[in-house]
């Protein structure tokens, strides 16, 4: 399932972004409640996807301390809600032709 | 793995400016995966290895890692080498306009005056090669900033060696001139000097970048 995954890991935290702002953990975390456990990423390789999503302005990022303890928290830019709404609606698009083909 | 082990590990592979933020964040996501194990039932000890084999392979993590901070770096460093290469008008044209006398002769000499021409032609090549170097660290071709950058330091070497000419042939006609390029001459040094760093250090980032 991981290798399925490549290629989509920037909209899965732009949308694990989209209703509030989140640290790496806890979008880890939403990720996989939303996938029921079937997406389990390796949780190192978001934090690249997400300084590189922050690189495209796609997200921002601050220090905040959260009980007691240091973190970055992320947050969707307008230009990364942007993104986001496009991105979901060229996926919606592929999976309704993926759908209409192999089944 | 415990988990201060894989920090220590991931800490030692990524570059010196990437680790103070990245380790924070790796140290904090480990603390949090390893109390979810343990809250699973997971030894200690079982509940940090379960967490680190989660968070991925070190070697794959660093890379990833690497990789971005190769993207910022080379941009701040062709940025720097621009700064550089504009900086250059300093001792190419702002020292020697205010500092020199009023020239002593009525017509330039056509050796002077072609060196001149020359060495602003180089300085202005370098512009524009410093700029392109600068415009393609932010594009998907960051690949070929370093060449287009080195293009640059031969360029503003290039003004400074003429401009050195220029000064010994000025010398020669006009003997009673002040000492201007000991002021000059270290400034011209500083930027060449800052435009070959910023080229090495693009260079050592280049082979991280794709594309």
């Known amino acids: 399932m991981r290798d399925a995954l490549k290629g989509h890991v920037d909209l899965l935290l732009l949308s694990a972004l989209e209703d509030e702002p989140a640290h790496g953990y806890e979008l880890v975390e939403t990720i996989r409640d939303r996938s029921e456990g079937e997406f389990d990423l390796a949780e190192g390789t978001v934090y690249p996807s997400l300084y590189r999503l922050e690189r495209r302005r796609l997200v921002a990022s601050g220090w905040e301390t959260v009980s007691g303890r240091r973190r970055r928290v992320y947050r969707l830019t307008t230009s990364g809600r942007r993104k986001l709404l496009k991105e979901r609606s060229d996926w919606r698009a592929f999976a309704q032709a993926m759908e209409a083909v192999v089944t | ?211």
């Not at chain 2, 079982?46 to 890692?65: D, H, N, P, Y």
């Not at chain 2, 990789?67 to 910022?72: I, S």
Request: proline letters at 6%; a positive charge.
């Open chain 2, 1 to 211: 793995m415990t988990i201060d082990a894989y920090l220590a590990e991931l800490e030692r592979r990524l570059p010196r400016t990437a680790r103070r933020r990245v380790v924070v964040e790796a140290q904090e996501h480990l603390r949090d995966s390893a109390a979810r194990h343990r809250a699973a039932g997971l030894s200690p000890h079982a509940a940090e290895t379960a967490a680190v084999e989660s968070f991925g392979s070190v070697e794959i993590v660093a890379r990833r890692l690497a990789v971005e901070g190769a993207v910022r770096e080379t941009r701040i460093s062709t940025l720097v080498a621009l700064g550089a290469v504009a900086f250059f008008v300093v001792p190419l044209y702002v020292v020697p306009e205010n500092t020199l006398p009023p020239a002593p002769w009525a017509e330039k000499p056509r050796d002077i005056f072609v060196l001149q021409l020359v060495s602003i032609a180089f300085w202005l090549g370098a512009g524009a090669l410093a700029t392109a170097s600068a415009a393609l660290a932010w594009t998907r071709w960051s690949r070929l900033a370093a060449p287009v950058l080195t293009a640059a330091l031969v360029a503003i070497a290039g003004s400074v060696l003429v401009a050195a000419a220029l000064v010994e042939r000025w010398f020669a006609a006009a003997s009673e001139t002040p000492a201007w390029p000991l002021l000059a001459a270290p400034l011209a040094a500083g930027c060449v000097a800052v435009c070959a760093l910023a080229t090495a250090w693009s260079y050592r980032r280049a082979d991280l970048l794709t594309g």
